[in-house]
């Protein structure tokens, strides 16, 4: 049975399909079409290897081949967890092929994380890696399987051995145990397998997230598919991008804003970074003469250092994106007068709304702005605390919807009563200015997140974790600014009795199995917690308190 989600009113998608927005095709079409145009165009470089369009579509179809005969079915939903490597949209395009429906983990989750999901989905497979720590060895499979008992079927990257993920993409003879798929000839997958309708859920993205619990978000083919098809458009790319993966393959910027999927969409290359370090980038964008590269804040301010010395490494540069978090105009100006190149800012979310700074905006309005969003049909509305709309020039509340911006989380009633609002609009937490000439300018936040150089963490999610603990008796998680990060996070600490220790409550979060970028950055100890007038914990009287404490006084 198809997946159960939020659908738009029966209106709106007439609008969007009349529109031309949702074209009622699956998301294969992006590399099916692709390998029928170009076959042998370099889809993928990952380290030495390389993918050719054909040899994309040929690999994700027989991984999703032996899949189907492993018994995944359409709408099974499975758990992914892979580092940047060319098997992660290999497997993407697999799953989706046969309507499997997936949750792509970042690579930085943990134990906690991944059974989260799990709990919420009852995922029948699992693919990850062996390089990853948890699944080193066999002892968290067997965690999972025990906790999961849906979980039937694992593939690992890098096992070597019977369950072992490149040999069913590659269709390893010499591995016939891995997956019953012999010879060349593998066969094709059968006339009843096949995608998931285009107005069903194709995969999950994850959310950033305010609440105690990470949520996931369900994204159609036909809504999806249109965001990275008009994404690919705004940002103008052709055959000849060559787009650098750095930032996590799963998350929605560098996979559809426009991302790779844009980039499959028009025929480009895309070059897989393990991660943003910047030396090894800079080498990757030499080497394969890199077009364009979607960033962080955090980590184009370290790109621009290292690049000093390097000026031969970005001159094929051509367009540098930046998003995830405030970037500074300052950071902003250094982009083109540094490396010649354009500068596009993001502001995106992976409930769906993406606004970008066009490629013929002026100067002015790149380096302050964050342009407009991709859709004439996107709605957005800025509001006072009342949910009165503001006009132009004042900050308020985001709230949107749109035809590529979901309208529930999934399997989360009692939060979608909160973050839509009765006529649907998403409440973004996000804090904008809408401009005059229309351009949006993200000002702050109303939501409870810290936003560490874009990695999202839910400040409710590690004080539950913190508050379990028997020398915790309160405990607030707060952003705290930091000059390379954007935002670290402190965790303020009201003792039960006696004394705690920052070393003993992070080693106490890591044994939750909780992902590393959650670990509070600092702790501060107080007598108690600073309260509004209604009672709640004033996290501006202590965000301010913790801004004025000196450097040296920071317990690490
Ligand atoms: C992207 O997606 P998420 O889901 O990791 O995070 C969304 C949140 C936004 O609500 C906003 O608070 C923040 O990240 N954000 C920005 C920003 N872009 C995202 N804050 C300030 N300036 C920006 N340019 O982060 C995301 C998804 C698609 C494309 C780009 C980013």
């Known amino acids: ?131 990853h720590p948890l699944f080193a060895t066999d002892e968290a499979l067997a965690t999972l399987r025990r906790d999961h008992p849906t979980l039937r079927h694992v593939l690992l990257l890098g096992d070597g051995g019977a369950r072992d993920l490149a040999a069913a993409c590659a269709n390893n003879a010499a591995d016939p145990a891995a997956i019953d798929v012999v010879g060349d000839d593998a066969g094709r997958l059968p006339t009843d397998a096949g995608p998931t309708a285009a107005g069903e859920v194709a995969f999950f993205q994850l959310s950033g997230g305010s609440t105690g619990t990470p949520k996931l978000i369900p994204r159609t083919h036909d809504d999806y598919y249109y965001s990275v098809r008009a994404s690919a458009e705004i940002c103008a790319l052709d055959g000849d991008t060559r787009f650098l993966c750095a930032l996590p393959a799963s998350h929605n910027f560098p996979l559809s804003s426009p991302g790779a999927l844009g980039v499959f969409h028009a025929g480009g290359t895309v070059v897989m970074a393990p991660g943003p370090e910047p030396q090894a980038c800079l080498d990757l964008i030499q080497r394969h003469r890199v077009t364009m590269v979607a960033l962080v804040p955090s980590a184009l301010r370290l790109w621009l250092a290292t690049a000093r010395t390097r000026a031969a490494a970005t001159q094929t540069l051509r367009l540098v994106q930046v998003g995830g978090a405030m970037l500074s105009e300052t950071l902003a100006r250094r982009v083109g007068a540094e490396w010649g190149c354009g500068l596009q800012q993001v502001f995106g979310m992976a409930e769906g709304l993406v606004s970008y700074t066009r490629l013929d905006d002026e100067e002015a309005v790149v380096v302050a702005t964050q342009g407009t969003p991709i859709s004439p ?18 900050p308020g509340h985001l709230l949107t919807r749109g035809p590529y911006t979901i309208r529930g989380y999934y399997r989360s009633p009692e939060h979608n009563a909160v973050a839509f609002d009765a006529d649907g609009f998403y409440c973004s937490g996000d804090i904008v200015v809408r401009r005059e000439d229309g351009r949006l300018q993200v000002v702050g936040r109303g939501k409870d997140q810290i936003n560490r150089g874009g990695e999202k963490i839910a400040a ?43 070393v003993t409550l992070r080693r106490y979060l890591r044994e939750q199995g909780v992902a590393d970028y959650k670990l509070p950055d600092r702790f501060e100890i107080a007598d108690a917690l600073p309260l509004t007038a209604i009672g709640k914990v004033d996290k501006r009287a202590l965000r301010d308190r913790l801004a004025a404490t000196p450097s040296d006084r920071i317990s690490s």
């Open 1 to 131: 049975m198809a997946l159960d989600f939020t659908r738009w009113p029966i209106d709106l998608e007439h609008r969007y399909r009349d529109r031309g927005h949702w074209r009622g095709r699956p998301m294969t079409d992006i590399v099916r079409l692709s390998a029928a145009a170009r076959p042998e165009a370099v889809a993928i470089h990952c380290g030495e290897r390389r993918l050719s369009y054909a040899e994309l579509d040929r690999r994700s179809e027989r991984l999703a081949l032996a899949l189907y005969r492993l018994g995944l079915r359409r709408h099974d939903t499975a758990l992914v967890q892979l580092p940047n490597v060319a098997e992660f949209y290999v497997v993407f395009f697999a799953l989706l092929k046969i309507g499997v429906v997936p949750v792509n983990a970042l690579f930085s989750h943990r134990r906690l994380e991944l059974d989260h999901y799990a709990r919420i989905v009852g995922p029948r497979l699992l693919i990850a890696a062996r390089q």
């Open 377 to 394: 049909d996107d709605e957005i509305r800025v509001v006072d605390d009342e949910g009165t709309d503001v006009p132009p020039g004042m």
């Open 460 to 502: 409710e999610e590690i004080e539950r974790l913190l508050i379990r603990h028997h020398a915790v008796r309160e405990v607030a998680l707060v952003a705290v600014p930091d000059a390379a990060m954007g935002e670290k996070s402190c965790a303020v600490i009201v003792p039960a009795d006696g004394a705690v220790g920052a």
